[in-house]
């Protein structure tokens, strides 16, 4: 019986050439293939510039692409080469509504100051280094969408992903005149200084939420098999933190594939999370569409073998049928030696990338057994 499973990368422009030339390109699909991967998640939208020649970039704010890709096209690439290999290809837009990091909004609020996301106090928002755009406002979700929308015209894709700012805004903005006025008609008074307010999250969380299902929409009016992919933070946190209500968009049946970012360096936590997100999150219906994102590289930071294979055989154990790893590079560490993992290992045998219906279908075919796997997480984790 084959083999179907989500086998997934992240390849980045931050700590990474990859991206930087054709030939290296080309050399990380071949390696990713013979690596027993399926899937790949490049870059497109990060750090105020696009991977791919912008009309919407260059009408907006005049620039194009990303000043070092200048004369080449490295979406197409990564599509070609990709394909070469029989790797599909799922755009992600990492940046989403962020600005910039540490450069006070950028050139794109530099050029277009009123896009800006603002704290009770007025001034830019800013979490964790990053500034953001005003993830509330009619026009700033139309230039995302727009983003979005000429990749999937414009390009031989598989999907688009958003992630953990897309969509997404700090649960500290929507303090802006359009927001405060919009909530003034709707209210008929002033949004509550506590930023953590639960009405007043569940209020800006819900216009997120409609976005997204409106791009979903539109991605699928332009090909109805293009997946709509999401990598959040982990819920309840990333609802109380960034206003991203992934249970609801679940529910709404608004992403075919959902990567939650379980982010941990070591395999006990990393457990805890699934465990988790198994037994209280999904359900006999949703739980094909779970891949989640692991953490095998960041700065110094490297998984060890046995995390990575305790990783993947616990996903398995407990029905969830695929993963994507942050970031391709991790591979490549230590003379390729979780790569060699793998290829020897746990992507010994070649899996297919899952189909649409597999995703969407595949729930209500398997909820029996999607049920048993549930029950085994209870007991595993009560041991």
Same mark, same amino acid.
């Given at each position: ?221 332009? +090909? ?5 992919? !999401?990598? &959040?933070? @982990? /819920?309840?946190?990333? %609802?109380?933190? =960034? ?7 679940? +529910? ?5 594939? !959902?990567? &939650?970012? @379980? /982010?941990?360096?070591? %395999?006990?936590? =990393? ?16 739980? &094909? ?95």
């Amino acid at each position: 019986m084959a083999i179907i499973e989500t086998r997934g990368i992240w390849l980045t422009t931050t700590d990474s050439k990859v991206l930087r030339s054709k030939e290296g390109i080309a050399q990380a699909m071949d390696f990713l293939a013979q690596t027993g991967f399926n899937v790949v998640f490049p870059v497109v939208w990060n750090q105020a510039v696009t991977l791919y020649p912008s009309q919407t970039m260059q009408q907006n704010f005049g620039v194009e692409i990303d000043p070092m890709s200048v004369g080449r096209d490295p979406l197409e690439e990564v599509v070609v080469e990709a394909r070469r290999v029989g790797l599909k290809v799922i755009p992600w837009f990492e940046y989403g509504f962020a600005s910039s990091y540490n450069l006070n909004g950028g050139i794109l609020l530099q050029k277009k100051p009123e896009w800006a996301g603002r704290d009770r106090n007025g001034n830019l928002l800013k979490k964790n280094g990053f500034e953001w755009l005003n993830a509330l406002d009619p026009e700033v979700q139309e230039f995302l969408l727009n983003l979005v929308l000429e990749v999937v015209k414009n390009y031989d894709v598989d999907g688009i992903q958003g992630d953990d700012r897309l969509p997404a805004f700090p649960c500290e903005g929507g303090y802006d005149g359009v927001t405060l006025t919009r909530y003034r008609q709707q209210f008929d008074g002033n949004p509550p200084p506590n930023p953590q307010d639960r009405q007043w999250l569940q209020w800006r969380a819900d216009i997120l939420t409609d976005f997204w299902a409106h791009l979903y929409h539109q991605v699928k009016a332009v +090909n109805p098999n293009l997946l709509v992919a !999401i990598a &959040p933070n @982990i /819920y309840d946190w990333a %609802f109380q933190e =960034y206003l991203q209500d992934s249970p609801t968009w679940l +529910n709404r049946g608004i992403v075919d594939l !959902i990567h &939650p970012q @379980i /982010y941990r360096r070591d %395999f006990k936590s =990393y457990q805890a999370i699934a465990d988790q997100l198994v037994t209280q999150q999904f359900t006999g219906a949703t739980l &094909p569409k779970l891949a989640p994102g692991i953490l095998m590289k960041l700065g110094s930071y490297c998984m060890s073998p046995e995390y990575l294979v305790q990783a993947i055989e616990y996903n398995r154990q407990v029905g969830i049928q695929g993963e994507v790893f942050f970031f391709y590079e991790g591979l490549r560490e230590n003379n390729n030696a979780l790569a060699k993992v793998l290829r020897n290992g746990v992507y010994a045998k070649s899996a297919s990338f899952p189909t649409l219906s597999d995703l969407s279908q595949g729930g209500r075919n398997n909820s029996k057994s999607t049920s048993i796997w549930q029950g085994v997480a209870k007991f595993l984790r009560n041991l």
